[in-house]
């Protein structure tokens, strides 16, 4: 029996609260991504908004609790829900990806994998990319990696000012962004332009937040956006591929 | 032993998706309604945006199927994943309200109930209120009744303004808000301020999406800042009052 083209969509499971404002970033990101005349025509999402994860950047650090049991247990609550996939708009966390998939038996979409192929994708000839993320990120090697297997050096602030970037992004977690915020952030990425790179990963869900791609006179690749697009299109069937 | 304060905070439930945007800004409302030095700080939210659940104006018109069993399976969900009180940010599906609070064992906070509450509480003297509502609201009756019990008369659009008002929340939930959707709806308050409304609630989550209080001479209600403002109270033990 031919099922429905509703219910042939894939439920969403959003690892969320990591923080909370980039989670209803995602959600809008989702839901402005999808074609929709009516309610019904948007996707199912599940969204365990979970802000009490213990700190990312200080469990990698070595200073604070891990959060794997955490994200591990909202992972599970998430597939018990009825989740079909997973994604978590945190690039951080994905730090304890491997306790997540090994703890569910739903398929897991990274958000680190999906913006290093769209980097790929979209700029083939790219040597250089200048990447825009917090200590526990760069500590934990993700983009390192993920861009490495694509030939793609990552290069990042000098010292000071990433301490500048992670004042910032804590500054946005607790009071949000206004055009001070902005315009630090459209600094920080400014300072990787003249570094000489020749794109901007936004690898933290909190930086499109405060700079948008009209800001940045290099390509601008935002995760949280390329993550919501690819969650439409693996919901709705149009792209298979598990990662 | 004494529990944290944290994890003394109740897991909110969300019954979503009705419409998704409203569900967006509901989120957004609670987050900016919680003093938050730190992603810690946010409250535990479980939202099931469930889209698919059958147009409630349809259902109560007699022209389409009930969204009740689709609410009910929502409301279980978000009790089993651990949700310790539900809200729904949608009034019309509250006609449904007697299926969802029989099905579940934790307590339902009703946005109607508590946006009436409000309207008295803010203007203990008034004798009338201009409400915008879909007509699935209107025809349940929600507001009559739980305005009437607090003395207060419910007033309406007349027939073809009223239909204004479908088309223009038709309108806002398949391609969002514009200026021209802005004015519309600013129109439509003012109409009802004409009447002689000296309050206008906005009976529809739809509604603050394209109108704010500064747009309205008389005091404007807005029933999703009202529900998220007592989530918020609620799950932090600040108000224990069920309903």
């Given at each position: ?66 959060p ?6 909202s ?30 038996s ?111 006179p290099?390509p ?24």
């Amino acid at each position: 029996m031919k099922k429905s083209v509703h219910s042939r969509e894939r439920v969403v499971g959003v690892i969320g609260g990591l923080g909370p404002e980039a989670t209803v970033d995602f959600f809008e990101r989702v839901l402005r991504n999808t074609e929709a005349e009516s309610d019904q025509d948007h996707l199912h999402l599940l969204i365990d908004n979970n802000p009490k994860v213990p700190n990312r950047n200080h469990a990698i650090a070595g200073t604070g609790p891990s959060p794997a049991d955490a994200l591990v247990s909202s992972a599970v609550r998430l597939e018990n829900a009825g989740a079909e996939f997973l994604v978590m708009p945190c690039n951080t966390a994905h730090a304890f990806q491997e306790s997540i998939t090994s703890a569910v038996s739903i398929p897991f979409i990274s958000i680190v994998e999906e913006t290093c192929r769209h980097v790929k994708e979209c700029c083939p000839r790219l040597r250089s990319a200048g990447l825009l993320a917090v200590d526990g990120c760069l500590e934990a090697g993700l983009y390192r990696k993920a861009l490495g297997e694509r030939n793609i050096r990552q290069r990042v602030l000098p010292v000071h000012r990433q301490r500048e970037f992670m004042e910032l992004v804590y500054q946005i977690k607790s009071a949000g962004v206004d055009p001070g915020v902005r315009e630090a952030m459209r600094s920080l990425a400014d300072q990787l332009v003249q570094q000489g790179c020749e794109a901007i990963v936004a690898g933290c869900t909190e930086v499109p937040l405060a700079l948008s791609p009209d800001q940045v006179p290099v390509p601008f690749m935002d995760s949280t956006e390329i993550l919501a697009k690819r969650t439409v299109r693996y919901a709705k069937r149009q792209d298979d591929r598990e990662q």
